[in-house]
């Protein structure tokens, strides 16, 4: 496994690699759990190479406090890989990614209206924008992104398709805990209680009759809801609890 700073030099390697590979691209902010492991297998799957990015985008992070307290484990991240087979690893930092500021930006503007962009103005800004430079850097066949963030694959899917990109976007199933609980980075900030009031969230978005139901629930349970909405047969949710925030969605019957 190469663990690799800077853009050129990626951009060298993958040069020739791409001649006789495919190449299956997992973008991530590290501090990686099951749910990253799952999207690393399933590129290994598909693709003779793999490259995983870990990196904490400055500019999808709508609160400077939620960007400074997202947790970081960057040595154990680079055993994880190494050991679940990853080839190279990609960890710019702000000024190899943004050389000259933020001064071009993706902007999306219908899907991004509602769920995630409606509560975090400019959330998909800097996750699309970051997207495409780190497409345009390694430039995939494949890439593979979690059901767990799903506006965020859907509107991915978008700039691939209206941008004409040559990737293709692999939806992989959101990873579990044996209670329910999606597995997350920001999980590793809940107390026990915290805990068990997400597995709550993870629960009443599954077994709920409306979402008006779940709303009183976890409302009543002290956690604030910023949106719980159905679009099609999928439920989608946003809670906050303290000062951690989750989201989740799971298919309906
Ligand atoms: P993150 O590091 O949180 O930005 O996530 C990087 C990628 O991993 C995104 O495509 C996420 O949707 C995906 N991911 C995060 N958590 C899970 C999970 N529990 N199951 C499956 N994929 C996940």
Known sequence: MEIISKVANLKQRLKSAAKQNKIGFVPTMGFLHQGHASLIHEAQSNNSLVVLSIFVNPTQFNQS????????????????????????????????????GNNIIIHETQQT????????????????TVLL????????????????????????????????LDIEVIQ???????????????????????????IEFASSLKKAKTNQEIHQKLGDLGLKVDYIEQHGSR????????????????LLE
């Open 235 to 250: 439920r989608y949710g946003a809670v906050w609890l303290d000062q951690v925030r989750l989201i989740d969605n799971v």
């Open 113 to 128: 209206q509602m769920m995630e962009g409606r509560f975090r103005p400019n959330h998909f800004d800097g996750v699309l």
């Open 133 to 164: 430079k780190l497409f345009n850097i390694i430039k995939p066949n494949y890439v593979y992104m979690g059901e767990k963030d799903y506006q965020q694959l859907e509107v991915v899917r978008t700039m691939v398709s209206e941008f004409f």
């Open 172 to 198: 992989c199933p959101t990873v579990r805990c044996d209670r329910g609980v999606a597995l997350s980075s920001r999980n590793s900030r809940l107390t026990p209680n915290q805990y068990n009031l997400a």
């Open 65 to 100: 406090s939620d960007y400074q307290s997202y947790p970081k484990k960057i040595e154990k991240d680079f055993i994880v890989a190494k050991s679940l087979g990853v080839d190279y690893v990609f960890i710019p930092d702000e000024t190899e990614i943004y050389p000259n």
